[in-house]
């Protein structure tokens, strides 16, 4: 195991939306910051699972692609020459240790050591939930699929979609543009969407397939037969489709928190109005918090942000004056 000597002022682990730019606000306030992602790329959520979505709520953008997001991002994060973030992608942080004015990380390739932490793992490792027929699994990835990593996947093919929330109605949205035909397969009459959302979708041409659930899933020579079954009834109708895109929101594990010695409520890590944990020194934010009237959204994340780097640097470099804007530096 590699041994870093360096001692960092802050380690953010997790290098999803709002990580990167606790990481870039770092920079701002001159912390020697590294940036830890167990994946291969930055991102999180928007890079792994919707990286050809358009996003509405992130403010200053009307409409942006998640993939762009994520490109913006990155740039805004290493833009300062002197005070850039460290970034480690691929290696994940297993366990963390409290020594006497730092804490000690172990890696999956490295022990490091810093002494300040802000955790924003999101749910931790996630994974999609599976549609619930048997079905083989060679079929995932070509005619069954649970990302949209590419929307030349779709592109004039007929494609169902199930699920029902705003993810599957955004989806329905987006491909509607490139795809022959769309149909939006739902266990409920109603969608659970936002209700500008759900607007769009009705006025759109996507094909509303409800109240059904998915009953059976069959390989064709082209395509996939989809028989569907009405939900508390008894018709049945079949729908020949070229792709299948599963929509049914993701399982996320993060109890590596409670490894870590972090106390969690409902699986989130409670946080007070500074963004700190129970533990002194360590910091969370974005999705993997929890307080009274947080938002899992990327927008209220990146409030939370200079919350807790504004509370770090105070609590590491008292005599540094708080510069409220970015203006304000030089
Ligand atoms: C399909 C879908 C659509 C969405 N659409 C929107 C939308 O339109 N608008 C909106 O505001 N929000 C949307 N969201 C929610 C938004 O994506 C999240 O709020 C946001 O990604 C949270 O960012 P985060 O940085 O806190 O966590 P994440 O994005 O989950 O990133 C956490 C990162 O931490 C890494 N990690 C986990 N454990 C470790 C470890 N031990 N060591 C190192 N790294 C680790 C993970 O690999 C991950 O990259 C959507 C979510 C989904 C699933």
């Known amino acids: 195991m590699q041994q870093d000597t360096h001692l960092y002022d802050l380690t953010v682990i997790g290098g999803g939306p709002i990580g990167m730019f606790a990481a870039f606000y770092a920079g701002l306030r001159e912390l020697d910051t590294q940036l830890i992602e167990s994946l291969p ?11 050809e979505k358009i996003i509405r709520d992130v403010a200053g953008f009307p409409h942006i692609k998640g993939r762009e997001l994520v490109r913006c991002l990155q740039e805004q994060m290493l833009q300062f020459t002197d005070f850039k973030p460290q970034v480690f992608c691929d290696e994940e942080v297993l366990s963390l240790e409290k020594g006497n004015d730092e804490f000690i990380l172990t890696t999956t390739k490295r022990i490091t050591h810093t002494r ?3 955790v924003a793992i999101g749910g931790g490792a996630f994974s999609p939930r599976p549609l619930a027929v048997n079905y083989d699994p060679k079929l995932d990835g070509k005619e069954v699929f649970y990302f949209v990593k590419n929307i030349a996947d779709f592109t004039d093919r007929t494609v169902a979609i199930a699920g029902g929330g705003n993810s599957a109605i955004d989806w329905a949205l987006t491909l ?6 769309v149909y939006l397969i739902h266990r409920r009459p109603r969608f659970r969407g936002l ?5 769009r979708l009705e006025a759109s ?15 064709q020579p082209a395509g996939l037969a989809l028989q569907l079954k009405q939900a508390k009834g008894t018709i049945e109708k079949n729908l ?19 490894d870590w010695g972090l106390p969690l409520v409902h699986r989130a890590l409670p946080v007070d109005q500074h963004m700190a944990t129970a533990i002194a020194g360590i910091y969370g934010i974005g999705d993997s918090v929890t307080y009274s009237g947080k938002t899992k959204l990327i927008a209220a994340g990146f409030g939370e942000a200079p ?6 640097a105070e609590s590491l470099y008292p005599e540094r004056k708080q510069p409220l804007h970015s203006t304000s530096i030089a």
């Open 195 to 199: 209700e500008a959302n759900v607007k």
């Open 116 to 118: 300040r932490i802000i």
């Open 41 to 51: 790329q930055l991102g999180g959520q928007v890079a792994a699972l919707y990286p």
């Open 307 to 312: 919350t807790a780097v504004n509370h770090i």
């Open 176 to 181: 509607e543009v490139v795809a022959k035909k």
């Open 240 to 258: 020949n489709v070229d792709a299948l895109l599963v929509n049914y929101g993701f399982t996320a594990d993060n109890h590596v928190l409670r």
């Open 205 to 219: 041409n996507v094909e509303l397939v409800t109240p059904y659930n998915i009953a059976h899933l069959t390989k």
